[in-house]
C-alpha cells in the first residue's frame, strides 16, 4: 500500500506485515493519501503534536464489472511454422515455401524457388534459370498462375501458361503450390496451380532494404558479349508507314549488331518495402520494390545427324554432317513494384486494394560457329541480337464481410494485363570456305554476308473478372457456395 503526505510531497510503501513509517516530520495537521489496487483510495486528516505518533489505516475493497475481454491475436504468415500449420489444416494437397525460407535461398527468382517443391520440376530456359513448372508430372499448360488468389494472363503468344522468372522472389509473402484442385478453385487445371502470396500490411511501422552483387564464373572463362539495346525500333516500318509501305535499308538499325565484351561483369541486386498501419490501425499499407541486374550466360555443343546412318563400322551407326558450337550472353534487367492499401470499416467489413507491375528486358546474343568435320568445306559464323520485354500488370479490389455469425462473403474484381514485345530480332550469317592452297595448307576464302533478317513480335493479353463468394457456416459442416464471373477482351 502506497502512503502519501501532500503537503510534504512525501510518503512510503507498506511492508509485508502492512506497517508503515514516515520520518523526520514537524508538528502540525496534515491530509494523509492511502491506495492500493483494487481497493478504493483513503484521505484522512491528522495532527502530529510530538516526536512520534501511531496511525492505523484500513481500506475498503472495490470492484469493477467488465462487460467482456477482447483477446486478439495475429499469425506471421512469413515464418517456417505457420507455413507447415497451413500446409496441415488445408483442405487439399498444398506445399508452401514461406518469406523466412526463401530468404535463406539463393534463388532470386520465383522460377527457381519453385524447383525446391517436392513433386514440381522446372523448366528452364537457354540461361539456364527456372522458367516453368511441371506439376505431379503434367506438362506446363496443365497449370495456371495465380496472384494473391486471382488468375492472371500470359504474355505469351501462343500459350496460357505464365514465365516464372518474371516474379522477383522477395516480393512474396508465401508461394503455394496446389497439387489437388477444389470445387471453389478455377477449374482448367489437371496438374495444379502455382498461388503468389505477395507481402500484406503489417501490424508496425516496418522498413527493410536488401542489396547485394556477385559474378558468373563462365565470364571469368570468357568475356560477356552484349549489345546496346537503346537505339532499337519497337515498331516494324509497316507499322510506322503502313502495310503497304516497302522497306529500304535505311530503316533498319545495325547498332544492335555491334558487340561489346566485357570482362567478368558484375551483378546487382535491391530491394526495399515500406509498410505501417495508420488512423488508428484502420488504413495499412505495403509498397516493396526489387531491381535486378544480371548477366547470364552458357556453352553448349549441338551435332547435327545425317539422315541415313551408316552401314560402317556397324549397321545403323549415326553420322552427323555438322558441330555447332553456341555460346550464350544475356543480360536480363528484372524490376517490380506492388502495393496493397486495407481499410478495416468496422469489425465486420474490410476493404483492400491491391497493384503490382513486373517487368523484364531480356537482351541476349547468341554466338554460333558452325563447324564440319571436314577440313574443308563451307563454314559460317551466326550471331543474333534479340531483345524482349515482357511486362504483367493486375489491380485488385477486394471486400470481405460478415453479415451474421455463420453468414460471410467475399467479392473481388481484377484487370489484369499482360504484354510481350521482341523488336527487331535480328539473325546475321557470315560464310566463307576453306579450300587447299598451292602450298598444301587450306586457305580461308573472302568472307560473305548472308541476308540479313529483322522480325518484330508483339503480344497482348487482358482480362476482366469478378468473383463473388458465399459461407455459410452449420455445426457440423460447412457448405461454400461460389459463383464466379468472368469477362475476357477479344482481339
Not at 495537521?29 to 492500493?36: F, M, P, V
Not at 558441330?323 to 550464350?328: F, L, M, N, P
Request: net charge positive; proline share 5%.
Amino acid at each position: 500500500m502506497t502512503v502519501k503526505i501532500n503537503d510534504k510531497k512525501i510518503g512510503t510503501l507498506t511492508d509485508l506485515e502492512g506497517k508503515y513509517e514516515i520520518k523526520n516530520i514537524s508538528a502540525g495537521t496534515y491530509e494523509i493519501h492511502c491506495s492500493y489496487t483494487g481497493y478504493k483510495k483513503a484521505e484522512h486528516k491528522i495532527t502530529v503534536t510530538q516526536d512520534k505518533i501511531t496511525f492505523n489505516i484500513s481500506l475498503t475493497e472495490t470492484s469493477i464489472d467488465i462487460g467482456e475481454v477482447v483477446v486478439k491475436g495475429s499469425v506471421n504468415k512469413e515464418t517456417e511454422s505457420s507455413a507447415r500449420k497451413s500446409e496441415k489444416n488445408s483442405d487439399n494437397i498444398l506445399n508452401i515455401i514461406p518469406a523466412k525460407t526463401i530468404q535463406l535461398l539463393p534463388d532470386i527468382t520465383v522460377g527457381n524457388i519453385l524447383q525446391r517443391i517436392s513433386g514440381v520440376s522446372v523448366v528452364r530456359n537457354s540461361s539456364g534459370d527456372g522458367q516453368y513448372a511441371i506439376i505431379r508430372g503434367m506438362d506446363k499448360r496443365y497449370n495456371y498462375t495465380l496472384v494473391n488468389g486471382i488468375k492472371i494472363p500470359s504474355p505469351d503468344n501462343k500459350n496460357r501458361y505464365v514465365p516464372m522468372d518474371i516474379f522477383p522472389a522477395e516480393m512474396l509473402e508465401r508461394l503455394e503450390v496446389v497439387k489437388a484442385l477444389t470445387p471453389n478453385m478455377e477449374g482448367d487445371a489437371i496438374g495444379g496451380a502455382m498461388n503468389m502470396i505477395m507481402k500484406s500490411a503489417p501490424d508496425h511501422l516496418t522498413i527493410s532494404a536488401t542489396a547485394s552483387t556477385g559474378y558468373s564464373q563462365l565470364f571469368a572463362d570468357r568475356p560477356f558479349s552484349g549489345f546496346d539495346s537503346k537505339g532499337i525500333a519497337f515498331q516494324a516500318p509497316s507499322e510506322i508507314h503502313g502495310s503497304k509501305y516497302v522497306a529500304v535499308p535505311s530503316d533498319f538499325s545495325v547498332k544492335h549488331l555491334n558487340y561489346q565484351e566485357v570482362k567478368l561483369p558484375v551483378n546487382s541486386l535491391f530491394g526495399f518495402t515500406l509498410g505501417n498501419r495508420i488512423l488508428n490501425n484502420k488504413l495499412g499499407f505495403v509498397i516493396a520494390g526489387s531491381f535486378q541486374k544480371t548477366y547470364r550466360g552458357s556453352n553448349s555443343i549441338f551435332f547435327n545427324p545425317n539422315g541415313q546412318p551408316s552401314p560402317d563400322p556397324a549397321p545403323n551407326t549415326p553420322l552427323f554432317d555438322k558441330i555447332q558450337k553456341r555460346e550464350y550472353s544475356t543480360l536480363q534487367t528484372r524490376s517490380g513494384l506492388h502495393t496493397k492499401l486495407d481499410y478495416l470499416l468496422n469489425a465486420n467489413n474490410k476493404l483492400s486494394l491491391y497493384g503490382m507491375f513486373m517487368q523484364l528486358d531480356e537482351e541476349m546474343h547468341r554466338h554460333t560457329m558452325d563447324n564440319s568435320f571436314t577440313v574443308l568445306g563451307d563454314e559460317s559464323i551466326l550471331d543474333r541480337s534479340r531483345f524482349q520485354r515482357q511486362n504483367i500488370y493486375n489491380a485488385t479490389l477486394q471486400g470481405n464481410h460478415t453479415l451474421t455469425p455463420k453468414l460471410k462473403f467475399n467479392w473481388s474484381a481484377a484487370y489484369s494485363n499482360a504484354t510481350s514485345k521482341t523488336p527487331d530480332w535480328t539473325d546475321l550469317s557470315v560464310t566463307y570456305k576453306i579450300t587447299m592452297g598451292a602450298d598444301g595448307k587450306p586457305t580461308e576464302s573472302a568472307r560473305y554476308i548472308d541476308p540479313v533478317t529483322h522480325i518484330w513480335t508483339h503480344n497482348q493479353d487482358e482480362d476482366k473478372s469478378g468473383y463473388l463468394n458465399f459461407i455459410y457456416d452449420l455445426k457440423k459442416c460447412r457448405n461454400i457456395c461460389r459463383r464466379d464471373v468472368s469477362y475476357k477482351k477479344p482481339k
